[in-house]
């Protein structure tokens, strides 16, 4: 990793009212070079209700564009941007790469089963046929 390179910050955005928002969440919005917002539109209203206006480029980033999105702010953080990444509704985008991780590792878990399926019916084989060697 470079040493000029930027950093990524999670906020999440306030569940109910604009006002619960944290001063350090006002200056982020103010000061990042890139936000990524779950949902433009309410970055929008988040920022008209605070009386912010967003000091960097705002992007889009949710469920359908993520793969697309992930290695263009990670470019951006190379370049030494910091990146400010905004979930709706709390923190609950840091449960979505939950659910990502546990997803692979159920692919992963049924690979795993085969072989030990195929490792105990290669035992069961060599089992009959040692039988029938000794008899």
């Known amino acids: 990793m470079s040493p000029t390179a930027g950093r990524v910050v999670l906020a999440g955005a306030p569940l109910g ?3 619960d928002a944290s ?10 070079p890139v936000i990524a917002a779950e ?4 970055l929008q209203r988040l920022c008209r209700d605070l009386d912010v206006t967003p000091g960097g ?23 030494g941007e910091d ?17 990502l991780v546990l997803s692979r590792t159920a ?3 049924i690979f795993l089963e085969l072989f030990v399926l195929a490792a105990f019916a290669a035992l ?3 089992r009959d046929r040692m039988r029938v060697r000794v008899a």
């Open 39 to 42: 949902d433009t539109r309410r």
């Open 83 to 99: 990146v400010l990444v905004v979930t709706d509704a709390g923190m609950l985008l840091a449960m979505d790469g939950l659910t």
């Open 23 to 32: 001063a350090r969440l006002r200056a982020a919005l103010a000061d990042a």
């Open 17 to 19: 009212r604009a006002e």
């Open 107 to 109: 692919i992963l878990d």
């Open 57 to 79: 480029r705002v992007v889009s980033f949710f469920e359908g564009n993520e793969s697309a999105r992930v290695p263009q702010l990670l470019e951006a953080r190379r370049a």
């Open 124 to 126: 069961v084989v060599d």
